[in-house]
C-alpha cells in the first residue's frame, strides 16, 4: 500500500480511537502502528474499509485485492506499555465455496427510482478461518465509506453474481 493509502487508512482508525474517548498519546502511537503495518503488508491498490466486528465493536481495517482479503486489528496493551502497540494482519485466499455468505439487509423508504437507503449486515462464514461480519450503510444520496463496496466486491469474488442496479423507474411487484 502506498504511503497516501495507508495514512488515510490510519486516520479512519485513529478517528475511531478518540471518537472512543482514547488518550491522545495513546492514539498517537495506535496511528503510528497502524500505518506502518498497513504500509509494509497491504497491497497497493487494494478496496479497504474500517468495519466494527459486531461481538465486541473493535475496530478492524479489511482489505480486499483480487483473491486476498487481509484483516488488519490493533492488539489491546498491558497498561504502562510504552511506544506503538503490536498489529496483527491476517490474509486469507478467498475463492468460490470458500466461505458461506449471507446478507441481512434492513431497507429504509425508498425516495426515488434508484436504490433503496439500507443498512446491510453481511456475514462471510469462511470454511477453514474465521467468520468476519460488519454492517454496512447505503444511501444513494450520501458518500460512502467503503463498507457496501467491500461487503459487495467480497461476496463476488466468492461466488454470488451480484446485479448492477441501475437508478430506473421500477415496477412494483405483488
Known sequence: MNQSDAADAAKVMEAFYAAEGELEHDVHMKYGAIFDQAYEHLPDGALTALVQRL???APMLVALKGNSLYMLTVQVQPAGTIGQPKTNCTMIHVQ???????SEPRFRVRSG???APRTTTWRFKF???PTL???AHFHPDQQSDGREALGKALA???GWDLPQVQAVPMVAMR
Not at 96 to 102: L, Q
Request: charged share 25%.
Open 96 to 102: 468460490p465455496g470458500a466461505a458461506v455468505v449471507e
Open 156 to 158: 463476488t469474488v466468492l
Open 127 to 129: 470454511t477453514d478461518g
Open 113 to 115: 427510482a434508484g436504490p
Open 55 to 57: 461481538n465486541d465493536n
Open 133 to 135: 461480519e460488519f454492517d
